[in-house]
């Protein structure tokens, strides 16, 4: 079982949304800690890696090697998400959007989309923290979610308490009363997240057990 964690902050280990990503993939971790085989995961920052704009020439529509991949790092992404159970992706809400640097990779991936639907039955599932209590948090799940759709992803929210917690990670600096946290202090946001995290893990064990993804 190997599941991928996708920071799309453009900061590393100060990024909030990565604190809630490293929540996620530990209780994904450990909710198939008990299983006979190895349990792998790994979390990317993507503003690690140097991923070039689409310039639109659909090359991958025509079925042909991305050019932008010969200079960049996408194959090295590529690589690890194609090998991916379940992958779950962190955004902050920038403009009640992704970051550019996340929007880069979401549209170069296309090429896997083009060539053979590559992440077809991967699980999917989606986390995000803004600034404010009301940042825009459900549209940038639902680009999440839509984008994983898109490649034919099993999209899967989390599963907790239905009276105390929402369908995905997520939560804001702002707190109710206007004052400032960070996401460690957001108690529903680091639970979203667990739960999202163990359910990306269950519904991966699954599809894995009932023959796998493909
Ligand atoms: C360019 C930019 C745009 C932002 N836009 C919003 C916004 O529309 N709504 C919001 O609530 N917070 C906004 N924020 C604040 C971030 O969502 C917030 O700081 C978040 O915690 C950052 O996550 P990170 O720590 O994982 O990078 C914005 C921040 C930046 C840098």
């Known amino acids: 079982m190997f599941i991928v964690g996708i920071s799309g902050s453009p900061k590393h280990e100060k990024s909030n949304t990565r604190y809630l990503l490293t929540?996620?993939?530990?209780?994904?971790?450990?909710?198939?800690?008990?299983?006979?085989?190895?349990i792998e995961t790994v979390i990317l920052n993507i503003s690690e890696f140097d991923i070039r704009?689409?310039?639109?020439?659909?090359?991958?529509?025509?079925?042909?090697?991305?050019p932008q991949s010969e200079q960049d790092d996408m194959p090295k992404l590529e690589e690890k998400l194609r090998l991916a159970d379940g992958?779950?992706?962190?955004?902050p809400s920038y403009f009640t959007s992704v970051?550019?640097?996340l929007k880069d990779f979401i549209d170069r991936s296309r090429?896997?989309?083009?060539?053979?639907?590559?992440?077809?039955?991967t699980v999917f599932g989606a986390i995000t923290y803004a600034g404010?209590?009301?940042?825009?948090?459900?549209?940038?799940?639902?680009?999440?979610n839509r984008y994983a759709l898109g490649q034919g992803m099993i999209v899967v929210g989390a599963v907790g308490s239905p009276v105390k917690h929402g369908t995905f990670g997520?939560?804001?600096?702002?707190?109710?009363?206007?004052k400032w946290r960070s996401a460690?202090?957001?108690?529903?946001?680091v639970q979203g997240s667990v739960l999202l995290g163990k359910r990306v893990a269950n519904v991966a064990l699954l599809i894995k057990s009932s023959g796998g993804r493909k």
């Not at 992958?87 to 955004?91: D, G, H, K, V, Y």
């Not at 090429?111 to 039955?121: F, P, R």
């Not at 460690?184 to 946001?189: F, G, I, K, R, W």
């Open 111 to 121: 090429a896997m989309k083009m060539l053979d639907h590559q992440l077809k039955n």
């Open 184 to 189: 460690s202090e957001d108690v529903l946001a």
């Open 23 to 38: 929540k996620a993939i530990d209780a994904a971790k450990d909710e198939l800690s008990g299983l006979a085989e190895p």
């Open 53 to 66: 704009h689409c310039t639109g020439c659909d090359s991958c529509v025509r079925k042909l090697p991305c």
């Open 132 to 144: 404010l209590r009301y940042g825009g948090q459900e549209h940038i799940v639902d680009a999440l």
């Open 87 to 91: 992958i779950i992706i962190a955004a």
């Open 170 to 178: 997520s939560g804001s600096l702002q707190t109710d009363e206007g």
């Open 99 to 101: 970051p550019g640097v």
